[in-house]
């Protein structure tokens, strides 16, 4: 009992569920380019005149400027002033150097810091950011027209 156009609705169909499927791994993709997170008390083992990279989370880069506080675990100390961002270029910090005659009692020491992490392929232009944002619902509306229009031209 193969009605005429059932076909096409089957394909329709497995084609919607795949679509679907691939623009969610590659919105996923996208959405790392474009946001960030806060990361609180991220522990890391201060080392003198190295770039010390944080070693509890899978941080790619951190944000330029955004650490608002490294605090020595022993005493609770806000250290921030002992300690510079080591960068690879761009946005994109990838750790900290200890400054050039920063406190000994520093060195091996188990700090924490607090910053704001970013993927290191960040989009640094929030144009660029904004549009990629609204992809999804552009090819959605796009998709919604196309079936629309399918079925109104079956009819």
Same mark, same amino acid.
């Given at each position: 009992? /193969? %009605?005429?156009?059932?076909?096409?609705? #089957?394909?329709?169909?497995?084609?919607? #569920?795949?679509?679907?499927?691939?623009?969610?791994?590659? *919105?996923? $993709?996208?959405?790392? =380019?474009?946001?960030?997170?806060?990361?609180?008390?991220? =522990? *890391?083992?201060?080392?003198?005149? &190295?770039?010390?990279?944080?070693?509890?989370?899978?941080?790619?880069? #951190?944000? %330029?400027?955004?650490? &608002?506080?490294?605090?020595? !675990?022993?005493? =609770?100390? !806000?250290?921030?002033?002992? *300690?510079?961002?080591?960068?690879?270029?761009?946005?994109?910090?990838?750790?900290?150097?200890?400054?050039?005659?920063?406190?000994?009692?520093?060195?091996?020491?188990?700090? /924490?810091?607090?910053?704001?992490? #970013?993927?290191?392929?960040?989009?640094?232009?929030?144009? $660029?950011?904004?549009?990629?944002?609204?992809?999804?619902?552009?090819?959605?509306?796009?998709?919604?027209?196309?079936?629309?229009? *399918?079925?109104?031209?079956?009819?």
């Amino acid at each position: 009992m /193969n %009605k005429k156009g059932q076909g096409a609705i #089957i394909a329709m169909s497995i084609g919607a #569920i795949l679509l679907v499927v691939i623009l969610g791994v590659i *919105f996923g $993709t996208l959405s790392d =380019q474009t946001t960030t997170t806060s990361v609180g008390s991220d =522990q *890391f083992t201060a080392a003198n005149g &190295t770039c010390v990279r944080v070693t509890t989370t899978a941080a790619e880069c #951190i944000l %330029k400027g955004s650490t &608002t506080a490294i605090v020595n !675990d022993t005493n =609770q100390v !806000d250290v921030l002033a002992n *300690f510079t961002e080591c960068s690879t270029g761009g946005v994109t910090v990838n750790g900290y150097n200890m400054v050039s005659n920063a406190n000994a009692d520093l060195t091996g020491a188990t700090v /924490n810091a607090t910053y704001t992490e #970013i993927g290191c392929g960040y989009i640094t232009s929030a144009t $660029t950011r904004t549009l990629i944002n609204l992809l999804p619902v552009l090819l959605g509306i796009a998709v919604l027209i196309f079936i629309v229009g *399918f079925i109104a031209l079956k009819r």
